[in-house]
C-alpha cells in the first residue's frame, strides 16, 4: 500500500505536492519521495520518514518547476528501512523517465531475467517499481521511430507493458520535457483518480492521486477514475489525451481498501469509503443478532477511527448504546503498517487508552474493521479487561484474513494471519475474546458495492482466489520463503 500523485500546474508544484503527500500519509510512513520538473531538468527529494519530518526548507526550495509527483512507501517489497528503495525511480533513456507506483507485481522473477538477459537493463534494488520503470523505458524506446514524441507511443508501450507486467499497479511517470503519463493495470486492482481546475486565461490543470479527498483540498474538480487497463497523457501545457491500452479490462478494485486503507473522506470507482463503511456496519449488525446473545451487550465501541461508521450502525440497528471507551494517541502511526511485529504490538498501548469508567462492570461489543495478525485485537481485549470489562464479545466488519495477499498489502505469509488454519472458536480463544463474530464474505462484497457500476471486488486475502490468475501456490511458497530469509 502506497500513496501517490501526479500535478502538471501552471505554478511552482513543490508545494502542492507536498500538501498532497501529506493527506495520503494514512496510505504508508516509512519513506517518501517528490520529483519535480523543470523544462527537461528533473529535481528529486527522497527520504525515510514521514512527509513532514522528512523535508526541510532547502529541500522544497530546490523542487523547482511546474510538474511533478510524489510518493509515501510503506514497504510490501524490498526493505522497509532502506532509503535506495523510496520512490520515485528514474531512468535515463529515453528522454528520462521518473516514476512512483502502488501496487504489487507478482512477475518480478520471469521479470527481472528478462530486463538482464533481454533487455540488458541493470537493476539496483529488489524494488518492483525499479522493474516497472525499466519495463516502460524499455516498452517506450520500442515505440520510437523519430526524434519527435507523440502521446501514441507512450499508450503503444502501455499496451505492451500490460503483455509484460502482472499484478496490480497504479503508476504516475514524468517523461522528461514532455509531459506526464498515468496508467492503471487492466483489473483496476489498486485506485487512481483523476482531477482537473481551471486557471482562467492560463488553461486547465491536472492532478492524479491515490484518492479523491487529495483533489478536492486542492481545488480540483474530480474527472472521472482512470479506468482499468487506460493511460493518461498530459502535456506540460495542460492537453489531456488518453487511451485504453489493455485488450480486456475488467474493474475488480482492492476489496481492503473500503475496508480500512482509504481515508472515509474519499470515493473510489464511484463508492463513498464512508458510506460503504456505513454498509458494512448494517450487515454485521445482522450477524451479531443471529450469533450473539443480546442480553449480554450492554455496549458498542469502535476501534477508533477506522471502525467508527460500522460501530455506529451496529449500535443504531441493534439499539444497543454506542460509547467511546477508546482514546486514540493520534501522534502514533497506524499500527497495521508498523513495519515489523514487535513495533506492532510496542504501538498498541501507546496508540490506545481504555477509559476505566465506560467498561467496569459492563458487557462490552467491540467493533474492529478487520483481524488481521491478531496482535492489536488481542492486545485491545487485554486493555479492556483489565480496565474491568465484565465480558468482551469481538467482532470484525470484515471476514477472516486466511490468505496472503500478494497485490499490495503486507500480509503476505500464512503463518503470520491469525485466522489461517484456525476456526473462529479457536481464533477467539487466541484473542482472549469471549465471544468473535465476523462479517460475512458474501455480505461484506454486497456493502461495499451497493448502488455502484462495480460488480466485484478482489477479495484474495479473504477467499483465497487471485483475480489476476497467475498466483500459484508455487508463487505463494515463493513469497513466504523471501519474507522468512
Known amino acids: 500500500m502506497c500513496g501517490i500523485v501526479g500535478i502538471v500546474s501552471s505554478l511552482p508544484v513543490n508545494q502542492q505536492v507536498y500538501d498532497s503527500l ?103 534494488t529488489t524494488s518492483d517499481t525499479e522493474l516497472l520503470v525499466n519495463v516502460l523505458a524499455n516498452e517506450l524506446q520500442d515505440q520510437l521511430t523519430g526524434s519527435d514524441f507523440a502521446p501514441d507511443q507512450a499508450f503503444d508501450a502501455i499496451a505492451s507493458l500490460h503483455e509484460r507486467v502482472e499484478g496490480s499497479y497504479a503508476a504516475i511517470a514524468l517523461i522528461a520535457g514532455h509531459g506526464l503519463l498515468a496508467f492503471r493495470d487492466p483489473f483496476g486492482i489498486r485506485p487512481l483518480i483523476l482531477g482537473r481546475r481551471s486557471q482562467g486565461l492560463v488553461g486547465d490543470e491536472w492532478i492524479v492521486a491515490s484518492e479523491s479527498l487529495v483533489l478536492e483540498a486542492g481545488g480540483y474538480d474530480v474527472v472521472r477514475d482512470i479506468a482499468p487497463g487506460e493511460a493518461v497523457f498530459i502535456a506540460m501545457d495542460g492537453e489531456m489525451t488518453s487511451r485504453q491500452c489493455a485488450k480486456n479490462p475488467r474493474l475488480i478494485p482492492c476489496s481492503f481498501e473500503y475496508v480500512y486503507l482509504a481515508r472515509p473522506d474519499s470515493i473510489m470507482n464511484g463508492i463513498s469509503v464512508y458510506d460503504a463503511r456505513l454498509r458494512l456496519g448494517d450487515r454485521l449488525a445482522d450477524t451479531i443478532a443471529t450469533y450473539a446473545p443480546m442480553g449480554d451487550i450492554d455496549v458498542v465501541m469502535p476501534i477508533p477511527d477506522s471502525s467508527r461508521p460500522a460501530a455506529m450502525q451496529v449500535a443504531r440497528k441493534l439499539g444497543i448504546e454506542y460509547r467511546e471507551g477508546f482514546y486514540k494517541n493520534r501522534y502514533v502511526g497506524r499500527t497495521f503498517i508498523m513495519p515489523g511485529q514487535a513495533e506492532r504490538k510496542k504501538s498498541v498501548k501507546q496508540k490506545l487508552n481504555a477509559m476505566s469508567s465506560e467498561f467496569k462492570g459492563k458487557n462490552i461489543l467491540i467493533v474492529d474493521d478487520s483481524i488481521v495478525r491478531g496482535t492489536t485485537s488481542k492486545e485491545i481485549v487485554q486493555m479492556a479487561r483489565e ?54 464474505v458474501a455480505d461484506m462484497e454486497a456493502a461495499i458495492i451497493e448502488g455502484s457500476d462495480v460488480t466485484s471486488l478482489e477479495m484474495s486475502c479473504f477467499t483465497g482466489d487471485y483475480v489476476t490468475g497467475s498466483v500459484t501456490p508455487e508463487y505463494l511458497a515463493w513469497v513466504e520463503s523471501n519474507q522468512a530469509s
Open 22 to 124: 501529506s493527506l495520503l500519509q494514512h496510505r504508508g510512513q516509512d519513506s517518501t519521495g517528490i520529483a519535480t520538473a523543470e523544462g527537461d531538468t528533473f529535481h528529486i527529494q527522497k527520504a525515510k520518514g514521514q512527509v513532514r519530518e522528512a523535508y526541510r526548507t532547502r529541500d522544497m526550495r530546490s523542487l523547482l518547476g511546474t510538474m511533478g509527483l510524489g510518493h509515501v512507501r510503506y514497504a510490501t517489497k524490498g526493505t522497509a528501512g532502506n532509503e535506495q528503495e523510496a520512490q520515485p525511480f528514474y531512468v535515463n533513456a529515453p528522454y528520462g523517465i521518473i516514476l512512483v507506483h502502488n501496487g504489487n507485481l507478482t512477475n518480478t522473477r520471469e521479470l527481472t531475467q528478462e530486463l538482464f538477459h533481454v533487455d540488458r537493463r541493470h537493476l539496483n
Open 387 to 440: 480496565a474491568g470489562a465484565n465480558k468482551v464479545t469481538f467482532t470484525s466488519a470484515a471476514p477472516p484474513v486466511r490468505y496472503p495477499h500478494v497485490y499490495g498489502i503486507n500480509m503476505p505469509t500464512r503463518q503470520e494471519l491469525v485466522a489461517h488454519n484456525r476456526k473462529i472458536p479457536e481464533i477467539a480463544t487466541e484473542l482472549g475474546a469471549d465471544h468473535l463474530i465476523y462479517q460475512e
